[in-house]
């Protein structure tokens, strides 16, 4: 079965500095994408980053940054110099292509604090 | 570009009644996506539509969940009769196509079954 694991239920930051959120998936398939998404309290997921199977190349947005480990199967988040308004949940989601369409599968989430 | 939209935001119900739920995707995009995300977990798909057909259905509790998006735009989610365990936020998504992989989330509606 094609699980995504997000082992770190809830994390705190200080402000300004980094933070590193984990995620691990299972899967036999070899084309697929991996996201994560933030989901502050007012419930709209937001795409925070995108990353292709494919592509060796960690994905970049601004302070966003992803270290992508296919053969164990990891996709973890760095947020750096950390802000306020970054505290929301967190979810990383999984994306096979499986008969050319995609669909989610996502992890339980991580509860980001931002302390000031 | 306006984004995903859903009404209501919030809705409170008693066991055995029906409710329903509305989404209206990013215009132009195709494929719209159903999910049921119960409090602490990561959404779970529901139901998967390209334009006006359902593409993927298996994880819709056919027996008192339904959906629908007759001209291929707008889609309605409706359960019939709501079971306490129903109590979730059910969130709509869109992507441009089938075989594209960004989807973009409405705000969800939170539904609450006394």
């Known amino acids: 079965a094609q699980t995504v694991t997000q082992s770190q239920p809830e994390m705190s930051v200080q402000e300004a500095e980094t933070v590193t959120l984990s995620c691990t998936y299972d899967?036999?398939?070899?084309?697929?994408?991996l996201f994560w998404y933030k989901q502050p309290p007012s419930r709209q997921m937001i795409l925070v980053i995108r990353?292709?199977?494919?592509?060796?190349q960690n994905a970049t947005e601004n302070r966003f940054s992803v270290n992508f480990q296919k053969a164990a199967k990891s996709f973890s988040l760095k947020i750096s110099d950390s802000q306020l308004g970054d505290a929301a949940m967190y979810f990383c989601?999984?994306?096979?292509?499986?008969?050319?369409?995609?669909?989610?599968?996502f992890g339980t989430g991580t509860r980001l604090k931002v302390l000031a | 570009e306006a984004g995903v939209a859903q009404s209501p935001r919030y809705k409170i119900i008693e066991k055995r009644q029906s409710v329903a739920f509305w989404c209206n995707p990013i215009?132009?995009?195709?494929?719209l996506y159903w999910y049921q995300q119960i409090l602490g977990q990561g959404p779970k798909l529901l139901i998967q539509?390209?334009?006006?057909?359902?593409?993927?259905d298996s994880q819709l509790p056919k027996d008192r969940f339904s959906a629908e998006r007759l001209k291929g735009v707008d889609s309605t989610l409706k359960i019939q009769p709501a079971k306490l365990e129903d109590s979730a936020v059910y969130l709509c998504?869109?992507?441009?196509?089938?075989?594209?992989?960004?989807?973009?989330f409405g705000p969800g509606t939170r539904l609450t079954v006394l």
């Open positions: 998504a869109s992507s441009l196509e089938l075989h594209t992989d960004t989807q973009y």
């Open positions: 899967t036999s398939e070899s084309d697929y994408y």
């Open positions: 990353q292709e199977a494919y592509k060796q």
């Open positions: 989601a999984y994306s096979p292509r499986t008969s050319g369409t995609y669909k989610y599968i």
């Open positions: 215009s132009g995009h195709a494929t």
């Open positions: 539509f390209q334009n006006n057909g359902v593409v993927d």
